[in-house]
RNA sequence: CGGGAUGUGGCGCAGUCAGGCAGCGCACCUGCUUUGGGAGCAGGGGGUCGGCGGUUCAAAUCCGCCCAUCCCGACCA
């Protein structure tokens, strides 16, 4: 193509109100723009990189026997309300209301639907199926953010397996996590799977696929040592030894005036992990004592893992007080019997520990945790620290920012129970399939590509899912010898399948650099006279800037090499 | 939903405190000169100053309400 005939308006000047780098330069770069908050459009050009990064899924799942479907973004109200997902989706789910007043959803997944397709397979037989779409999905995010990074309507790759059995359900979710390497490798992504909360999809296990990045919104725990890697909103870290303080028979009151926050309380001698933090929240609308070591934070997802409880958030301050008689920074759990109490792991065994004693203004000493506290049930509740001994080899764990690229999830029959889902065995008896699926947001595995290959100057796009592979940049387009061979150049390669973008605008040459730098065009041939009376044509490669004088001869012949190189990388 | 900030031409900004002709840079159009890293000169086009209401002789500017956008938090497959 000619630039000279194309959209591609690049700025200057990124927007004021774009933060994250993936969006200035997706902007800036002319490849999307902002209709409102959370929805993008795909100019041209982002359309171009967004189709390629689809292209890669596709083969990749075609390539394990998965199929290619396109259901409904628009479903009846009836079909979440059978999987009990109308309720527990909550705000996030579009509702609206059609002419007939009926009630609709835009779709945020498609378990449901897919799960009612699933009826017309009636045989173990017909088993195991794996379907896919590349399909708009709609979520009504509370905070949409950083460009394409978080938005409400979003194009993904979402795919679903059905299975006989459990055995059945590993091998299909092998099959995923085997194609996600491969996709995320060939889009120059370095994804790092760990393990993770299955949060509102339920089921018994999951994996997110992780990109390392200061743009992203979840932290990872990873182990320096053994290569263990997990979410931390499901971590775990071996606890430090803590050698217990003496203490004696029974607790002991002392006043504690002022004193309202586990460091207050450590500068007054009682080093927090000697502290037993008491947290009450309210649980399904239910008051619960929640305890951990003093210098480790409370991860509320792992509560909610664990208790499969739903709604989760701090109690109120009268409330406590109603109950406990005393107000945050003096609670305790001593002698509390009433409220279920659950304490984390690493409080067992301890005494000789300082907590509240539910009276404003004192605290116990002394404090043997499984003496004196009726703990109700031990979990696993606390947040990891970074530097904390791995549980599996001890070394330390690093905690790093993460874009969530992509997500695996084991389902079970919860689905295919609820919408009525079974085949027959080939004993006969009727049997529910067990289900797994697996998302990858299109849009965001392309801001996450901008995040991670970029340079002051712009974008830098793998070959795999440039907008276009090679620029051919004419330094002086009346310089007649010039465009001559740029349009053999551009036909030539056109017609071998190459993306050729022919910069034939008549613009100064340094704003023509300036601008196939900032698209992130891999590579470029600098045709003008001065190589020319050398009989030669510069060739660059934008990621590592390297550049050599190929003879005009040879260039068509250099460049199809290493695009095919280009092409082949991560494969 | 809580906290903070911002809305002035396509983009970046000044002007708002202290009411009085809507400005600057980039981009855009025309002409001339220039042309291997975001050119120079000259001329030109484009803005309901987020919206509604109020105060005033007069509102981008003061007051009230609303809306939108961004950031932090809450929340979130």
Redesign the pocket.
């Known amino acids: 193509m000619r630039w000279s005939t194309l959209f591609i308006?690049?700025?200057?000047?990124?927007?004021?109100?774009a933060?994250?780098l993936s969006h200035r330069l997706l902007v800036r770069g002319g490849f999307i723009r902002?209709l409102?908050?959370?929805h993008y459009s795909m100019l041209p050009l982002g359309w171009r990189v967004h189709r390629k990064v689809a292209e890669v899924i596709r083969q990749e799942m075609d390539a394990i026997g998965a199929q290619e479907l396109l259901l409904p973004a628009m479903h009846p109200a009836s079909v979440w309300q059978q999987s009990g997902r109308w309720e527990s989706m909550g705000d996030?789910m579009f509702r609206l209301v059609d002419r007939k007043g009926a009630d609709l959803v835009l779709g945020?997944?498609h378990e449901e639907v897919i799960a009612l397709i699933g009826l017309e397979l009636s045989s173990y037989r017909d088993l195991p199926q794996m379907w896919y779409q590349i399909q708009t999905?709609f979520?009504d995010?509370?905070?949409?953010?950083?460009g394409l990074l978080r938005v409400r309507e979003f194009t993904?790759k979402?795919s679903y397996s059905i299975d006989i059995d459990d055995a059945g359900l590993d091998r299909s979710f092998d099959l995923h996590h085997h194609a996600y390497t491969r996709i995320f490798a060939r889009l120059g992504l370095d994804a790092l799977p760990v393990e993770a909360s299955s949060?509102?999809?339920g089921g018994s296990a999951s994996i997110e696929f992780m990109v390392e990045s200061p743009a992203g919104?979840d932290d990872v725990a990873r182990c320096t040592g053994c290569g263990y890697a997990a979410n931390v909103e499901r971590a775990s870290a071996a606890t430090t030894p803590v050698e217990n303080r003496p203490g004696g028979d029974a607790p002991e009151r002392f006043p504690t005036p002022g004193i309202r926050t586990i460091v207050a309380l450590a500068e007054a001698g009682h080093p927090p992990e000697h502290q037993v933090k008491t947290l009450v929240y309210e649980v399904d609308g239910e008051l619960v004592l929640i305890l951990l070591r003093g210098d480790h934070p409370f991860l509320?997802q792992k509560f909610v893992d664990a208790t499969g409880s739903g709604d989760?958030?701090p109690a109120e301050t009268d409330r406590i007080r109603d109950a406990l008689g005393a107000s945050p920074g003096s609670l305790g759990a001593v002698g509390v019997d009433g409220p279920p109490i659950y304490a984390d792991h690493a409080l067992r065994g301890r005494s000789g520990m300082t907590t509240g004693a539910n009276d404003d203004d004192f605290h116990l000493d002394g404090v043997d945790v499984e003496r004196d506290i009726a703990v109700d049930h031990w979990l696993d509740l606390r947040g990891i620290l970074d530097g904390e001994p791995c549980a599996v080899c001890g070394e330390p764990l690093e905690v790093v920012r993460c874009i969530e690229a992509g997500?695996i999830f084991k389902l079970g029959r919860r689905y295919a129970e609820a919408m009525d889902m079974s085949v027959l065995d080939a004993d006969g008896r009727s049997r529910t399939p067990t289900m797994g699926s697996y998302?990858i947001g299109v849009g965001r595995a392309m801001a996450a590509v901008a995040e991670v290959h970029h340079d002051d100057?712009g974008l830098i796009w793998p070959v795999a899912i440039a907008p276009y592979e090679v620029v051919l940049t004419v330094?002086?387009t009346?310089h007649e010898p010039s465009m001559d061979l740029a349009d053999r150049w551009h036909d030539e390669l056109t017609a071998a399948g190459v993306d050729v973008l022919l910069d034939d605008r008549d613009a100064?040459?340094?704003?023509k650099?300036?601008?196939a730098?900032?698209i992130g065009v891999p590579l470029r041939v600098?045709?003008?006279?001065?190589?020319?009376d050398q009989g030669s044509?510069?060739f660059?490669l934008r990621s590592t800037g390297e550049r050599e004088d190929v003879a005009i001869d040879d260039l068509a012949g250099v460049v199809l090499d290493a695009v095919a190189s280009g092409r082949r990388q991560g494969t």
Not at 141 to 146: H, L, N
Not at 526 to 532: D, E, F, Q, V
Request: proline letters at 10%; a negative charge; aromatic letters at 2%.
């Open positions: 308006p690049t700025l200057r000047d990124a927007p004021a109100d933060e994250a902002q409102q908050s959370g996030e945020m997944t999905k979520r995010e509370p905070r949409p953010k950083s993904m979402d949060g509102a999809m919104e509320e989760l958030h997500h998302g100057a330094v002086k009346d100064r040459p340094g704003v650099f300036a601008d730098e900032l600098t045709i003008g006279p001065r190589g020319l044509v510069e660059t």
